[in-house]
Every structure is written in structure tokens, then in C-alpha cells.
């Protein structure tokens, strides 16, 4: 069973700080690894998605790893700013449950950036 | 980008009605959506898949007596949640996916509030 694994649960940095997310999961044999962004009270923002031939992706200030052997992703934040303030979901995809590409959640980083 | 959109955005209802929860891919066509739900503090919890046409799967531990899903053309999928109670009160948040694709797209979620 695949469990995906998010630690920090919750951090807070100051303003300008570069920052590392990591994400777990137990099983390797996966589609892809994506990571979102949800703000309180709303739905996901798609951040970036890995498929799992890829080792990493990169948009702006946001770079994310994936180390499929070793069940691992990272998303470094650069120079982190007061909007970037939300809780990050890390999400595996695979053959989980009812159909091909379900998505398998960790708990979340809550992120506070203080300016 | 892809664009997904559900409605209501909250609603509240008495304990024993039931409420439908519209999702909707504005731009393409999704011949599978899937329905999550997530509890305060809690990551999403995958509850059914819905491919066009067919009846939804659901995930074990997921009534799908209580919890009805259409999906009857490429561009909406409902949720029924049928005779609710306070438990049932979450936030629900619907994806769609492309024919052969594997990228999820979120919608913005509705929060239920079952009094």
C-alpha cells in the first residue's frame, strides 16, 4: 500500500530564506510525483509535475527532485517571500485503488514565510 | 491551462437533505474525474473515480449509496450526497483528467457544512 510521507508537517522561515520541502512514499513503482500548493479554504494549485523518467523540474523559484528508488522528492523554494506562505501537498501517481493515475496525498508542509 | 470548475463553492444543508455538487472541465474533455474529500488538518482523501459513461468506483470504506456520482458527458461529473449528516461535513474537491493523460486538474473545491 502506498503511503506518502511529508516532513516538516509545519515550518516558518523568514523572508528571503531559501527552503527544502521533502516528501517520502513507499513504494516506487509510480507514474509521477506532483507537488501543489493550497491556500486555506481553497482547492490545489498545481505547482510542478515529475513523471517518474525524470529526475527533476524546475518553474521560477520552485525546483523539485525525485529520487524514484529511493522513494524521495524535494521541492526547494529560493528566496522565499511572504506570499509563498501556504501548505504544500505532495501527491504520487499510480495504479492505486479503482483506475490507472489515481493520486495519493501526504498530509502537507504548512509554510509561513515572515517578512 | 486546463481549467476546472465546481459549483457550489459552500453550501449548507439540514441533516437528512441532499446536496449535488457540480464539476465541470471548461477547456477539454475529461473522460475520467475523480472526487476527494478532505477533513480539517487532513490531506485529500480519494473517494471515487468516475470514468464517462460508466458507473463511478469507489474506494473502500466509501458508501456509494450515500455518495452518488454521474458523470454523464466529457465535461461534467456530480456528486449527490444523499440523506447528510454533520459527519459529512468536509471539504470536497473534484479533478479531471485528459484522455490519455495522466495530469489531474483540481477544481476549487466546495466546502459542505451539514447542520
Known amino acids: 500500500k502506498q503511503e506518502v510521507t511529508q516532513i516538516p508537517a509545519a515550518l516558518s522561515v523568514p523572508e528571503g530564506e531559501n527552503l527544502v520541502l521533502n516528501c517520502s512514499f513507499t513504494?516506487?513503482?509510480?507514474?509521477?510525483l506532483q507537488w501543489f500548493r493550497q491556500d486555506p479554504g481553497k482547492g490545489l494549485t498545481s505547482l510542478l509535475l515529475?513523471?517518474?523518467?525524470?529526475r527533476e523540474q524546475t518553474s521560477g523559484r520552485l525546483n523539485a527532485s525525485l529520487d524514484k528508488s529511493s522513494g524521495r522528492s524535494t521541492l526547494y523554494i529560493a528566496a522565499s517571500q511572504p506570499g509563498d506562505s501556504a501548505t504544500y501537498l505532495c501527491?504520487?501517481?499510480?495504479?492505486?485503488?479503482?483506475?490507472?493515475?489515481?493520486?495519493?496525498f501526504g498530509k502537507g508542509t504548512k509554510l509561513s514565510v515572515k517578512p | 491551462g486546463a481549467v476546472v470548475s465546481q459549483h457550489p463553492s459552500w453550501v449548507i444543508c439540514k441533516s437528512g437533505t441532499s446536496v449535488k455538487i457540480e464539476c465541470r472541465s471548461l477547456?477539454?474533455?475529461?473522460?475520467?474525474m475523480f472526487w476527494y474529500r478532505q477533513f480539517p488538518k487532513q490531506s485529500l482523501m480519494l473517494m471515487a473515480t468516475?470514468?464517462?459513461?460508466?458507473?463511478?468506483?469507489?474506494e473502500q470504506g466509501v458508501e456509494k449509496d450515500k455518495f452518488l456520482i454521474n458523470h454523464a458527458s466529457l465535461t461534467l461529473s456530480t456528486l449527490t450526497v444523499t440523506s447528510a449528516h454533520p459527519e459529512d461535513s468536509s471539504f470536497y474537491i473534484c479533478?479531471?483528467?485528459?484522455?490519455?493523460?495522466?495530469?489531474?486538474?483540481f477544481g476549487p473545491g466546495t466546502r459542505l457544512t451539514v447542520t
Open positions: 515529475i513523471q517518474s523518467s525524470q
Open positions: 479533478s479531471a483528467r485528459e484522455p490519455y493523460g495522466y495530469e489531474q486538474y
Open positions: 513504494d516506487s513503482a509510480i507514474y509521477n
Open positions: 468516475s470514468n464517462e459513461g460508466s458507473k463511478a468506483t469507489y
Open positions: 477547456d477539454f474533455q475529461a473522460t475520467t
Open positions: 501527491a504520487v501517481g499510480g495504479n492505486y485503488g479503482g483506475s490507472q493515475g489515481n493520486l495519493i
